[in-house]
T-cell receptor, first 116, second 113 residues
Framework: DVKVTQSSRYLVKRTGEKVFLECVQDMDHENMFWYRQDPGLGLRLIYFSYDVKMKEKGDIPEGYSVSREKKERFSLILESASTNQTSMYLC???????????????FGDGTRLSIL | GDSVTQMEGPVTLSEEAFLTINCTYTATGYPSLFWYVQYPGEGLQLLLKATKADDKGSNKGFEATYRKETTSFHLEKGSVQVSDSAVYFCALTHFGANSKLTFGKGITLSVRP
């Protein structure tokens, strides 16, 4: 089974801090994703990466950056945390599309981040 | 751009009731369609998928049929169980888009004994 592991289930940080959320996958997947999940808004894509050192902005990249130095690890960085970044953060990974079908994304259990 | 619209929730049903969760989409071409489920305290899991018109995805008693003519992918189950209580997300992606998904807002299902 695919395993996507997020380093923390719960995290509390203060406004202005630099925050790192880590995600590791064990299936040699090329694609990795960071989402945030908020009530009434569903999942919104922050950033994604389709290869080492590659990154692309999603729908809501403002206030975030990412790092992918190794294929299995994708880090989300809050440069200067703010209270409106309090949310559930979900990491996902998938392999490249094959044939005529996209491969499904596999998700971690999420990190519930609170910014005080 | 692409969008996915799910019916408003939450939904509360009694055990063994019939379930329908509506999902419609707006997209160009022929996207692949998915239902994901999120159990309490967990991440999302793929429940089922369909990659072309008239395909039926099925898993764990759930079914959904890709209807191109109505741009819909409604989720159904004939008899729900308490263990089906979760949040359900409809999503789509285009082939070759590095699996980038567009999600609906999700709907919470509660099944009472």
């Amino acid at each position: 089974d695919v395993k996507v592991t997020q380093s923390s289930r719960y995290l509390v940080k203060r406004t202005g801090e630099k925050v790192f959320l880590e995600c590791v996958q064990d299936m040699d997947h090329e694609n990795m994703f960071w989402y945030r999940q908020d009530p009434g808004l569903g999942l919104r894509l922050i950033y994604f990466s389709y290869d080492v050192k590659m990154k692309e902005k999603g729908d809501i990249p403002e206030g975030y950056s990412v790092s992918r130095e190794k294929k299995e690890r994708f880090s989300l960085i809050l440069e200067s945390a703010s209270t409106n970044q309090t949310s559930m953060y979900l990491c996902a990974s998938s392999s490249q599309s094959t044939g005529k079908s996209n491969q499904p994304q596999h998700f971690g259990d999420g990190t519930r981040l609170s910014i005080l | 751009g692409d969008s996915v619209t799910q019916m408003e929730g939450p939904v509360t049903l009694s055990e063994e009731a019939f379930l329908t969760i509506n999902c419609t989409y707006t997209a160009t071409g022929y996207p692949s369609l998915f239902w994901y489920v999120q159990y309490p305290g967990e991440g999302l899991q793929l429940l089922l998928k369909a990659t072309k018109a008239d395909d039926k995805g099925s898993n764990k008693g759930f079914e959904a049929t890709y209807r191109k003519e109505t741009t819909s992918f409604h989720l159904e189950k004939g008899s729900v169980q308490v263990s089906d209580s979760a949040v359900y997300f409809c999503a789509l992606t285009h082939f070759g888009a590095n699996s980038k998904l567009t999600f609906g807002k999700g709907i919470t299902l509660s099944v009472r004994p």
